[in-house]
């Protein structure tokens, strides 16, 4: 009777110690597939953000590593938050060419619509895309590059192109149009591009100052 609860008792013992071990491996498996999908995600967030920053400002006019050439700066009248910015900053042979502004139009019709403005040495804009909106699907959602050309409207435009009263959609007398049946969405995006505009006239000098090329490299 002795040796057969002896007997049980090993059984169950190395069943648990068993547990032990699938239960230790599980956890080790999962932890480990959870860190692989972070960093897949990671990657492939950062190459679609290279992607949009290519669309806004083709990688043949700059000569810098765009994607870490970053300064953050705050100026939530004019760039539509209170937390700090990102610019992208474009250099071509160690001279400035355009920047990357990622501004927010705070006023959309469903909250904040996430943007990135191009905007070459010269003050004119390169590109603008959208990057993150609630909007409307059907209505204020053709902001969306892959909806419709819209956002191309503002392509080569500047703080005097037009001139500044008319930085504003067709309904409120401006030169920008506004989408069928949605005017808010529209009308929220033209007034971050324009403070956009308004914020580069007013820092070009910092925005391009101390280019990490050159402090990187003394030579
Ligand atoms: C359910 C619903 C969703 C709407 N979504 C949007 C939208 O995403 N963007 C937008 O500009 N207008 C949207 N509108 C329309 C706006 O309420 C507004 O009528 C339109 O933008 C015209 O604005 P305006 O009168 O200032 O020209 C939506 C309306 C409804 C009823």
């Known amino acids: 009777m002795g040796a057969e609860r002896e007997r049980i008792a090993g059984a169950m013992a190395a069943a648990a110690g068993a547990l032990a071990v699938f239960a230790a491996v599980g956890v080790g498996l999962v932890a480990l597939t959870e860190d692989a999908t972070r960093q897949r995600i990671a990657a492939n967030e950062k190459a679609f953000l290279l992607r949009t920053l290519n669309d806004v400002l083709p990688a043949d006019r700059y000569d810098n590593d765009l994607f870490n050439d970053t300064v953050e700066v705050k100026d939530p009248e004019l760039l539509g938050t209170q937390e700090p910015v990102t610019v992208y900053r474009a250099f071509r042979d160690s001279k400035p060419v355009a920047v990357i502004i990622t501004p927010v139009a705070p006023d959309g019709y469903s909250g904040v619509i996430r943007l990135l403005v191009g905007i070459d040495v010269g003050g004119n804009i390169t590109g603008v895309r959208v990057t993150a909106h609630r909007e409307t699907p059907g209505l204020g959602d053709a902001i969306e590059a892959e909806r419709s050309d819209w956002t191309l409207g503002f392509d080569g435009r500047s703080l005097g192109d037009p001139p500044m009263a008319r930085w504003s959609v067709k309904r409120d ?47």
Request: glycine content about 6%.
């Open 173 to 219: 007398g401006g030169e920008f149009d506004q989408l069928t049946g949605a005017t808010v969405t529209p009308r929220a995006v033209v007034k971050a591009v324009r403070n956009a505009l308004i914020y580069f006239d007013a820092n070009r000098q910092s925005l391009f100052a101390h280019p990490p090329d050159l402090d990187i490299d003394p030579s």
